[in-house]
């Protein structure tokens, strides 16, 4: 029987014995750790969003000995003081037609009086008539102006023939004087005239100021400039300046389209930026309800430009609460300020010159750009963004993988750094499949509950409604996706397997961005920012050596991870801010928590994708997730127990955010074949959010209302006999209709249609001319539907060259022309349609269509009846009711 052999020790490597150090140091990090990492997120966030609204200091005249050629935001102040003073200016008021363009022609020749006699400045009063085919929401319409005002001024330039534009409007929707939108950006163009006017020297290149008064009717009065006005020849750039909010800073949030050279010039000139590539891709996707001016001079005008907003404080965006008091020095300033620079930038260069020559010169593709917290300003081509994204994405897995590797790779640490790198991707794809499955759960709960938008007034709840979850929900992906891949055997410290799942995570986003680029989606951006930060942790922390030194690699890591989580919440600012108003403002058939939980999704990805692996080093991460859950309940009962989830407030707490409702007191009048006139009269009520027909049925008690599409007249009449003036919301959101008494119209203000005489111009091709006529100085839109029989086609009219296609509504479909009047006119103007009817057409009284003359008066409260005001007065302090009375006449021709 052989003896027992003696036992030889073995000796260990550098690699063993460094393995052996960490493991006495696994999960070293107290829970409490967990927390701080909520907490330096929560830091981050407050530090960006004040960075969002942090404002410049305004100037007042005492500081003009000190800067005599800056912007003055005191002198614009004193403009948009009168302006909104004037109260609400729709098209076709008094006070915009008469007393605000008056005051502004007024200011533009003092400004000539006080300018530089070097200066040469002219001001031109255009009065225009014209129409344009144009579609919102994929829904054609004709849109027709009458004798609608611009009111144009040009800062003559060294060399003629070329011209910068800066187009602002002074026209408001009703029942808002429109201080932000956009009075302020008139008194803004009004300062910068005043500033460049008292220069010794011209600029290089005209400037041209174009203050029109018809642009929510919408945007009638910029395509009469760029149509009809002598000076559009010149114009080779253009500056929109709008306002989709109430202060704060202005976005620059379209460019082009392509000449690269305005972003450039933009990145050059201004002091103060604030500009996003994403949002120009979020606006022209169509999943914002709005257009700007932007859209007729590029699409008409053929013109490039930029277009800048106020997104701010959306809750007061064609509100009565859009007036100076929500304003101040600082917004006129900071506008002024970019505006002011980047106009000089412009007009003095070459491009303008270059662009008289040859248009397409400059066109060059698309910009990617952006700025960092409001601090810098970047901007490349698309064709860079391409490379950077692709070697961004190669190189954030590549080194990672690689410095990984090194030290491990003698004790075959190769398949445990795979292993890793599949844990951080499944789980980071696991937790975001799960916080949209759980926001979704949440959106459809708080719904069904009757608590929709109970975080309108209080955004503040959204971060535990649905933020909280959301955070769950990656803790519990990670942790279930590692338990199916543990090991009980490893090679890697626990550093490193953290550190492998940081590179799934690496992982998921450069296969995003590759995905992105190829979309051609210039927001990849967005994620190639988080993808610097990673990289440059791992670089530094190869230079340094801190790759076995775990706190001092999870400093280098949570310094960068700082700069990501600022730039991730400056994008949850941006959202929220823009995104939560608006859902007052979407309907009633969308449920808006929907939208919220999935930007709160989105943000949560961002922001925390390279936190949560790091639970990997906590002692215990089930006080993480138990603090979390409890953070999450607290939200749920303050919003669905207490008055803080009651989603709308009046102007007692100075901010705020009311609930928007149209209603209209409507007359409808049907003629029918047998010259019988059948009337019908009452309240039309229109559905904006959520929660608005609760209030609806509320104030219309003891009384019904009933959704148009269930009434009679939703078969009897075109378009169910709704008084149409909006494509925007009268077609996408529910209509509810109140009977009553008839509204009390004086006749002679009504604008007339009448039949002037009908020609047969052949065997199956009729005319028909009629006289329209607008006597009066009152603030209505006209509308007509023009419903051809079947068999019958309307395939010529005088309004354009062309026939607008038709729209569909309720499953009919007809032309749609929207008629706004400026100035009133004495003379009658004839409207020609030709119909042609097929071979064979049969109708037994020779009528070939039927159409509705529709009539919308706004700014109309002296002629209110008194059921009318007794039920606008039945709407509470939180709501906003924007009146309107209405007669809508059907007859068949």
């Not at 200091?57 to 948009?80: H, K, M, Q, V």
């Not at 910068?192 to 009065?221: C, K, M, Y």
């Not at 001092?552 to 600022?566: E, I, N, P, S, T």
């Amino acid at each position: 029987m052989a003896g027992k052999a003696a036992v030889k020790p073995v000796k260990k490597s550098k690699a063993s014995k460094e393995l052996e150090e960490d493991v006495a140091n696994l999960h070293q990090l107290e829970a409490q750790h967990g927390i701080l990492g909520i907490v330096l997120l929560l830091f981050c966030g407050t530090v960006s969003s004040y960075l969002c609204t942090l404002l410049p200091d305004g100037l007042t005249s005492a500081d003009l000995g000190t800067y005599p050629t800056a912007f003055i935001a005191e002198r614009a102040w004193d403009n948009l003081q009168v302006l909104n003073d004037f109260g609400p200016k729709p098209t076709g008021s008094e006070a915009n037609e008469l007393r605000a363009a008056d005051y502004i022609r007024r200011e533009l020749e003092k400004v000539k009086a006080t300018a530089h006699s070097a200066q040469q400045l002219e001001t031109h009063h255009q009065t225009v008539s014209g129409a344009y085919p144009i579609a919102f929401q994929g829904n054609p319409l004709t849109s027709v102006y009458r004798r609608a005002q611009n009111i144009v001024a040009k800062l003559a330039g060294r060399e003629d023939g070329n011209a910068l534009m800066l187009n602002c409007h002074y026209d408001t929707v009703a029942s808002s004087p429109g201080a932000s939108d956009d009075g302020g950006s008139c008194a803004v163009m009004l300062e910068i005239a005043r500033v460049l006017s008292r220069a010794p020297e011209r600029t290089r290149h005209s400037i041209i100021f174009l203050f029109n008064g018809a642009e929510e009717t919408p945007l009638q009065a910029a395509h009469g400039f760029v149509s009809q006005h002598p000076w559009a020849e010149e114009v080779r750039a253009f500056l929109n300046l709008e306002s989709a909010g109430s202060g704060g800073k202005e976005q620059l949030f379209q460019s082009g389209p392509q000449h690269p050279w305005l972003v450039a010039a933009y990145g050059r000139s201004a002091r103060h930026p604030a500009a996003q590539a994403s949002s120009e891709e979020l606006f022209q996707s169509g999943l914002i309800p709005s257009d700007t001016d932007f859209r007729i001079f590029r699409d008409f005008g053929h013109v490039p430009g930029m277009d800048f907003a106020h997104t701010i404080n959306g809750y007061r965006y064609h509100t009565r609460f859009d007036n100076i008091d929500y304003l101040s020095l600082s917004v006129l300033q900071r506008t002024g300020d970019n505006i002011l620079a980047l106009t000089r930038e412009i007009v003095n260069g070459d491009e303008l010159a270059k662009l008289k020559h040859d248009p397409s010169q400059l066109s060059e593709g698309n910009s990617v750009y952006f700025d960092f917290l409001g601090l810098f300003f970047f901007h490349y081509s698309i064709e860079s963004a391409r490379l950077l994204n692709y070697a961004l994405s190669v190189c954030s897995v590549v080194l990672p993988y690689w410095q990984l590797l090194k030290p491990v790779q003698r004790v075959g640490g190769k398949r445990d750094i795979v292993r890793g790198m599949v844990v951080g991707f499944a789980g980071t794809v696991c937790g975001t499949i799960g916080g949209v499955l759980v926001v979704l759960l949440i959106a459809n709960r708080l719904d069904a509950f009757g608590r929709a938008m109970s975080w309108f007034s209080t955004p503040f709840l959204i971060l535990g409604l649905y933020g909280c979850p959301v955070m769950l929900m990656h803790c519990f992906g990670h942790r279930i996706v590692n338990h199916l891949f543990e090991r009980k055997e490893a090679t890697l410290t626990l550093m490193d397997t953290v550190r492998s799942r940081l590179l799934g995570v690496n992982l998921f986003w450069a296969i995003l961005i590759v995905k992105l680029t190829l979309l051609n989606i210039r927001s990849a951006y967005v994620v190639a920012v988080l993808l610097v930060c990673s990289l440059l942790s791992t670089l530094i922390t190869s230079v340094l050596g801190y790759q076995r030194n775990v706190h001092r690699w999870l400093a280098v890591h949570l310094g960068f991870q700082v700069v990501a989580m600022l730039w991730s919440t400056t994008f949850y600012h941006l959202m929220m801010k823009l995104f939560v108003p608006i859902t007052g403002r979407i309907g009633g058939s969308v449920n808006p928590e929907y939208l919220i939980g999935l930007l709160v999704a989105f943000g949560g990805l961002l922001c925390i994708s390279y936190l949560v692996p790091l639970i990997g080093l906590l002692k215990q991460s089930s006080e993480l997730t138990a603090r979390l859950t409890v953070f999450a309940m607290i939200a749920f009962l303050l919003a669905c127990c207490t008055q803080v989830g009651f989603p709308y407030r009046d102007d007692s707490s100075s901010e705020p955010s009311v609930q928007r409702h149209y209603v209209t007191h409507t007359l409808q009048v049907a003629n029918d074949s047998t010259g019988r006139t059948i009337e019908r009269s009452g309240f039309l009520l229109r559905e904006m959010d959520r929660n608005a027909l609760r209030l609806m049925r509320g104030v219309a008690s003891p009384l019904e209302v009933t959704a148009m599409r269930q009434l009679e007249t939703c078969k009897s009449m075109p378009f169910c006999g709704i008084p149409f003036y909006s494509v925007w919301h009268q077609i996408r959101f529910d209509n509810y209709w109140l009977d009553g008494p008839p509204p009390a119209l004086e006749k002679e203000t009504v604008p007339s249609f009448m039949l002037q005489k009908v020609v047969q111009l052949s065997d199956n091709r009729r005319r028909y001319t009629f006289n329209i006529g607008h006597r009066y100085q009152t603030c209505v839109q006209s509308a007509l539907v023009i419903m051809p029989k079947p068999g019958v086609r309307l395939v010529n009219w005088n309004l354009m060259e062309t026939v607008t296609e038709r729209m569909e509504f309720n499953g009919q479909r007809a032309h749609f022309v929207l008629i706004t009047y400026g100035l009133a006119d004495d003379e009658l103007w004839n409207v020609t349609f030709d119909f042609e009817r097929d071979a064979g057409y049969e109708n037994s009284n020779d009528k070939l269509v039927e159409i509705s003359w529709i009539n919308t008066f706004w700014e109309y409260k002296e002629k209110h009846t008194i059921d009318f005001s007794q039920l606008i007065e039945k709407f509470p302090g939180w709501a906003h009711v924007i009146p309107s009375v209405a007669v809508v006449n059907v007859t068949e021709y």
